[in-house]
């Protein structure tokens, strides 16, 4: 509790005080992770129901896909977790600068974990490892399988909108690479970098299940 | 907003430094064959992960623990919806073997699909040695 500075510029009217502003802005930002765990939720049920009903295709198909670039966009996500964290550990230690730096590194790795993305698509688009209707690959090790199609779909759906959240996630950080720069963020008001910390890190949470879920089991 | 946790650095660099290695011992683990048991250690090592990344860079660990339940509460209800459909779609043959028989089924699309090599194109099924797929368009 900050009495001595109860009103600063930052504090919105309707809130108490400083403290109760950055609660209520924290609880506001769990419901919406809450919502997004039952929203990739649904895609993980899809994911368990289909690969009940079809073990051995998932189990053949998952050997389509490039471990090695799974692997790397893994060891990427987590350093840009652990940039993104550096990054509200250096502005609660008044470190401007590095808290900048740090912010400008989470940017960069996520940029790098979509062009591993892409250059992973865009092989699947040439041999025709695609969803639904648009599946044509009857490669050697899989055209006895029955219903690839519907892991490719899966697959694409859900690191799909996993790729979305990161090109979200990366706007965000822009705006807070922004902020910093400009002084609107310090150590007595951080809150939005945190609360995008906690967005961040859930879209390595996700990522932490999918990688195993599609490249290696 | 005084009184906010602050973390030392050294916890975030053994947290990282743990999700590097664990993420080393699932890709390792998945070169070996335990059967039924390699879905339980890739799911195990992932939520031991998941539980660090969301206790110690997602703070719940030091915030107030209403955060924390909020977020267990989405992980109950994960698990309700997983558990509810699964007993409906594990057991549709049990009850009437017919209604499992469209699951089985192939596409029809796949009768239309012609055999490729692994670079997706078209082989003759007659003459291995055909190159006609080259003329195919990259």
């Not at chain 2, 192939?106 to 009768?111: G, N, S």
């Amino acid at each position: 509790m900050s009495h001595d500075n109860s009103s600063p510029d930052f504090l919105q009217h309707h809130f108490h005080d400083v403290d109760q502003q950055y609660e209520t802005a924290k609880l506001g930002m769990w419901a919406f992770i809450l919502t997004e765990v039952l929203t990739f939720g649904g895609l993980f049920v899809a994911y368990v129901v289909y690969r009940s009903w079809y073990p051995e295709m998932f189990v053949g198909a998952n050997l389509l896909l490039d471990v090695n670039k799974g692997l790397l966009n893994t060891i990427v996500l987590i350093t840009s977790s652990l940039t993104m964290v550096l990054a509200v550990w250096a502005i609660q230690q008044k470190k401007q600068k590095l808290s900048l730096f740090m912010l400008i590194a989470t940017f960069l790795f996520a940029f790098m974990f979509l062009g591993i993305k892409y250059l992973e698509y865009s092989h699947k688009f040439e041999v025709g490892q695609l969803p639904g209707e648009y599946y044509s690959y009857m490669g050697p090790e899989i055209a006895h399988l029955n219903n690839p199609h519907i892991f490719f779909s899966i697959y694409f759906i859900m690191t799909g909108l996993h790729g979305l959240h990161v090109a979200i996630g990366m706007g965000l950080i822009a705006w807070l690479i922004y902020a910093t720069a400009k002084g609107n963020l310090h150590s007595k008001y951080y809150t939005p970098m945190e609360m995008i910390g906690i967005f961040w890190h859930l879209v390595d949470l996700i990522w932490i299940y999918l990688f195993p879920l599609f490249y290696l089991i | 907003m005084s009184e906010h946790h602050i973390t030392p650095l050294k916890t975030y660099l053994v947290i990282a430094g743990a999700l590097f290695c664990l993420t080393a011992v699932t890709v390792w683990v998945s070169y070996f064959d335990f059967g039924s048991f390699n879905i339980i250690i890739a799911m195990g090592v992932a939520t031991f992960k998941a539980t660090l990344v969301a206790l110690f860079f997602m703070h719940l660990l030091w915030d107030d623990k209403k955060n924390l339940t909020m977020f267990i509460m989405s992980l109950m209800f994960l698990g309700i919806f997983i558990t509810v459909t699964l007993l409906d779609t594990g057991f549709r043959g049990g009850v009437n073997p017919e209604v499992e028989y469209p699951i089985n089924k192939r596409a029809a699309f796949y009768d239309s699909l012609p055999l490729t090599d692994t670079h997706g194109n078209p082989v003759d099924e007659h003459g291995i040695d055909s190159h006609e797929g080259d003329e195919d368009h990259h």
